[in-house]
């Protein structure tokens, strides 16, 4: 079978499409492309999320006449919102949060009930169960078994290797991790996240086959969803919670999702029942990969990816039950999923919170809770440097860590004078985040760098071409529901679509890319798209700069240059800034007739 490349820019993992500037977690641009932030404080439009209120900072007991139902699947015979028996309506995330429902009342939800009665205590779907071991009277500390990626290198050389996969038994979360809402001091932690990681799961367990779409917010209700979807062994896609609704109708259509949960622009009629397979037991996550253009595929993930991915990190970046790092980017884009993942796995803690770095809440909260760790884009450090950030200001910080693009050198050297350790690393979606990390210590003698393989996986250079090896790798990719019941078709090696090249200490320089795809703060652009989206503008050309798309005109004076900037930003879902609009007096050919790129990329 052909390996399929990878559709990402290679030059560090993208969020899903559509996606605002992954910066002050943004919703929906406004009419030119700007992003509209939330005030601090003011409560997420997420319908199915419980608002938080005064004394109940995380949510938990938010009442039942305030949520909305969540979308679920209809079953033959039944309604999605009639209830069987408890007349209250609770969502999966109320009642993961514990809102109104005690230890000893097990009776599920009223939709919930509804759409699917269990096959029995601990049932999940088939392949996958939660066991209840001696000392975990809660079910949660599941061992998760080595998927089919762990054995990449003995299927290429004949011989198993017991370093690339993680453990026969990992604990995920570990017993020590602490999830922290952003205003509350305490947080979750021990029996309590273990019992709302259970109630989640028994929740889940009641709907039909078929994958959850969580619009995945940085809240503790979307992550409670999500670590209940894990461990009821359930595929859960965590998706933009602001997604148009065409673009979510879409992706029901083609997923058929068995419910939607916490997004914004969700319809009235919940997902059709579903006509494909069930979904391969292997996969655990979904990530949409196409950018802010086309119509996403998504990345299947599988458990152990996940997991190994999780723990190469936390081995990479030295992390410990010490480390402290709060939600700086959105949890739906794989860098910032694999912040809470390799802290979870390392048993850290994780600082939930929904503002931005623009925002004087999110410094408090970093003050607050003593965060070590901060994790950011090129254009969030770009922010920082305008905004004359001052580590001396957070005496507890002293990890900084970078991926989503290549960052200026100067940026580089700047911020690495600003922590104890700084960490440039380069990853893809298809790879679950991280594929190399730069140490710290190296990043005077290796330039330019994004590092070597993460612990567990191996690059290699074909052609050109990078290609990374590791038990993280996609199973593959998803364009219908069919494809969620696929086995792993890559067996650990992907192509990334990056040139590139490895020094003879195995460090990574990436050159450039096969495909012209462009990132703008982080999110992925199809420049092929966008010159698209151009036409009727007179003759013009698209192509990549540094966290920026030049457009390239020969016809348009500078005020409707301008203008052209902010159409674009307003149809991707992107800042203005985004888009450098230049004149030129007339386009260079190639002896083909074709648009010379090159030549105009030597001119940005």
Request: net charge negative.
């Amino acid at each position: 079978m052909t390996t399929p490349r990878s559709h990402d820019t290679g030059d560090q993992d993208t969020p899903p499409v559509p996606a605002a500037v992954p910066q002050p977690h943004a919703q929906a641009a406004g009419a030119l492309g700007e992003p509209t932030a939330r005030p601090a404080g003011a409560p997420p439009s997420d319908v199915s999320h419980p608002q938080q209120t005064a004394g109940d900072p995380d949510g938990t007991k938010a009442r039942h006449d305030a949520v909305p139902h969540p979308q679920v699947a209809n079953e033959p015979g039944r309604s999605p919102v009639q209830p069987e028996a408890d007349p209250a309506p609770t969502t999966p995330l109320q009642a993961a949060t514990g809102s109104g429902k005690s230890e000893a009342d097990p009776a599920p939800a009223a939709p919930l009930q509804a759409a699917h009665e269990s096959s029995g205590p601990g049932a999940g779907p088939a392949g996958f169960s939660r066991p209840q071991d001696a000392g975990e009277p809660d079910g949660v500390s599941v061992r998760a078994k080595a998927g089919p990626t762990a054995v990449w290198r003995s299927q290429r050389s004949g011989k198993s290797d017991g370093s690339v996969a993680a453990p026969e038994s990992v604990v995920f979360p570990h017993p020590e991790a602490r999830l922290v809402a952003a205003g509350d001091r305490d947080g979750v932690s021990g029996e309590d996240l273990a019992r709302s990681i259970r109630r989640a799961a028994a929740h889940l367990d009641k709907l039909p086959p078929g994958p959850v779409f969580c619009g995945m917010r940085n809240t503790l209700a979307s992550v409670f969803c999500y670590l209940g979807a894990w461990h009821a062994g359930r595929p859960i896609a965590l998706l933009d919670p602001d997604l148009p609704a065409a673009t979510l109708a879409e992706l029901a259509e083609r997923f058929e999702p068995c419910a939607l949960i916490g997004f914004t622009q969700a319809g009235a009629e919940p997902p059709r029942r579903r006509t494909a397979p069930d979904p391969h037991p292997d996969l655990g996550l979904l990530l949409a990969t196409s950018g802010s253009t086309g119509n996403p595929k998504l990345v299947r993930i599988s458990r152990h990816a996940v997991l190994a991915n999780a723990r190469a990190i936390a081995t990479a970046l030295s992390l410990g039950p010490g480390e402290v790092a709060p939600t700086s980017l959105p949890l739906h884009y794989s860098y910032g999923l694999s912040v809470l993942n390799s802290h979870l796995v390392a048993g850290g803690t994780v600082v939930l919170t929904e503002a931005g770095l623009l925002e004087r809440s999110f410094w408090n909260d970093l003050r607050t809770h003593a965060c070590t760790s901060l994790a950011a884009v090129p254009y969030q450090y770009t922010m920082l440097r305008r905004m004359r950030f001052d580590h001396t200001d957070y005496p507890a910080l002293t990890t900084l860590t970078q991926a989503g693009g290549r960052l200026a050198p100067e940026l580089v050297k700047e911020f690495a004078a600003q922590a104890e350790r700084f960490y440039v690393m380069y990853g893809q979606t298809e790879a679950t985040a991280r594929i190399a990390v730069l140490p710290p210590d190296r990043l005077d003698d290796k330039p330019g760098s994004v590092g070597v393989a993460v612990p567990g996986g191996r690059l290699e250079i074909d052609d050109g071409e990078v290609v990374y090896l590791g038990p993280n790798v996609m199973m593959g990719y998803a364009e219908t529901a069919a494809d969620l019941a696929r086995g792993d078709d890559l067996g650990g090696v992907l192509r990334t679509g990056d040139l590139g090249r490895l020094d003879d200490e195995g460090f990574l320089y990436v050159t450039g890319r096969i495909k012209r795809i462009a990132k703008v703060f982080g999110t992925r652009v199809n420049l092929d798209d966008v010159e698209r989206l151009l036409r009727g503008s007179g003759p013009v050309a698209a192509t990549s700069g540094d966290d920026r798309v030049t457009i390239w005109t020969e016809s348009l004076d500078k005020p409707a240059r301008a203008l052209l900037a902010r159409r674009l930003a307003a149809q991707l879902r992107l800042h203005w800034s985004g888009f450098d609009v230049r004149h030129i007096d007339r386009l260079p050919l190639l002896a083909t007739g074709k648009v010379d790129y090159r030549a105009l990329e030597s001119m940005t």
